[in-house]
């Protein structure tokens, strides 16, 4: 049982920056990859960031590269999204997932899609709205 809430989403201006954060309760030590999706209205979700928890690989979309860093805190039981240069088109519900088993790969295939096929965990989600 792995139980993920986020936190932190809220509006920001173009160029600004945000950290979302997600933590983790349960049988946490399970959690094998674990990210940050999101999804815009009328849009499929996407892949944003993810983390390899076996050796801290990260994956970063596109779209965010350069811009938006994951990390872990294994003690805290959390992970973090910070995105900085914020632009409109982020503006989403961003969602946390953790999946439990398989390899690193499956972080990079659930990047590449919605995460609906690798993921076995969801949060509720928060909201991030950017406006210029």
């Known amino acids: 049982q792995v139980r993920l809430v986020e936190s932190g989403g809220g509006s920001v201006e173009a160029g600004g920056s945000l950290t979302l954060s997600c933590a983790a309760s349960?049988?946490?030590?399970?959690?094998?990859?674990m990210g940050w999706f999101r999804q815009a209205p009328g849009k499929e979700r996407e892949g944003v960031a993810l983390?390899?928890?076996?050796?801290?690989?990260?994956y970063y979309a596109d779209s965010v590269k350069g811009r938006a860093t994951i990390s872990r805190d294994h003690f805290k039981n959390t992970i973090y999204l910070q995105m900085n240069s914020l632009k409109t088109e982020d503006s989403a519900m961003y969602y946390c997932?953790?999946?439990?088993?398989?390899?690193?790969?499956?972080?990079?295939?659930?990047?590449?899609?919605?995460?609906?096929?690798?993921?076995?965990?969801w949060g509720k989600g928060t909201s991030v709205t950017v406006s210029s």
């Open positions: 349960g049988y946490t030590y399970s959690t094998n990859c």
């Open positions: 983390i390899y928890t076996g050796d801290s690989s990260t």
């Open positions: 997932a953790a999946a439990f088993s398989g390899p690193s790969s499956q972080c990079s295939t659930a990047l590449r899609g919605g995460g609906d096929d690798v993921m076995d965990t």
